[in-house]
């Protein structure tokens, strides 16, 4: 496997090389990850097979989906919250899972379940559910996320949208615009689809959706450094 220094100075160089209009930019920053979750799909499923920890391998199964299995899960959750109460009982967590399709005994789930649910009141937080799922962060590395969701979200509501795009990028040099097969409304969704979920399509992103994702692209880099060069040189920090 190549050294993440040399990877770091090859995606560097492509930066460069690449048209520097932002758009351009955040084609390169968004094909790293897919690198990234190549390695990680592979380092995952040698530490699946050695985890006894119920709460790591449900976090080591979201992270064998790539960058984007936490943050997809965190979506299913929403999505089943119907009443908007922000917690679910054992039945509805099991059924997220499920639905997920990542692969948890009843007994496992049973034992992540008390573990989260503290006080014992037969329901979970699931904000709080998707903080202990999530890869463990340095502050460096929260510390650029955040950074780079604030300079996105140009109206400062806490939600990303193609309005705040708008204001950040020009979506007319993309290369799908310049064909005639996108107009510049599309090319911004499609940007802010890297970070949705597959199930719940809304063109909006929190910034914990955004945390969610970059914790997993996070877990497939070991250096605070790469990771944090990574997003500075992707969003021109």
């Not at 497939?220 to 997003?231: E, G, K, N, T």
């Amino acid at each position: 496997m190549q050294p993440q220094s040399d990877r770091f100075n090859r995606d560097e160089r492509s930066i460069h090389r690449t048209t520097p209009q932002p758009v351009a930019l955040q084609t390169v920053g968004m094909a790293g990850t897919v690198r990234n979750d190549t390695e990680m799909a592979m380092k995952v499923k040698q530490q699946l097979s050695q985890c006894t920890d119920p709460i790591e391998k449900l976090r080591l199964q979201c992270l064998a989906r790539g960058a984007s299995g936490i943050k997809g899960l965190g979506r299913m959750f929403r999505i089943m919250d119907d009443d908007e109460s922000k917690t679910l009982d054992f039945k509805e967590f099991q059924k997220g899972l499920n639905d997920f399709g990542v692969v948890v005994e009843k007994e496992e789930a049973l034992k992540i379940f008390s573990l989260l649910d503290q006080d014992g009141g037969g329901t979970i937080d699931f904000d709080e559910f998707l903080t202990a799922l999530r890869p463990p962060m340095s502050n460096a590395r929260k510390q650029v996320i955040s950074e780079a969701f604030r300079k996105l979200d140009r109206t400062g509501d806490g939600v990303i949208t193609i309005e705040d795009l708008q204001n950040v990028y020009n979506g007319k040099h993309h290369p799908k615009y310049k064909t005639g097969e996108w107009s510049e409304d599309q090319v911004f969704r499609a940007f802010l689809d890297n970070f949705d979920s597959p199930y719940d399509k809304d063109g909006k992103v929190t910034l914990e959706e955004f945390i969610n994702y970059y914790s997993g692209v996070s877990a497939s880099i070991d250096s605070d450094a790469y990771f944090v060069a990574m997003m500075r040189n992707a969003w021109k920090l």
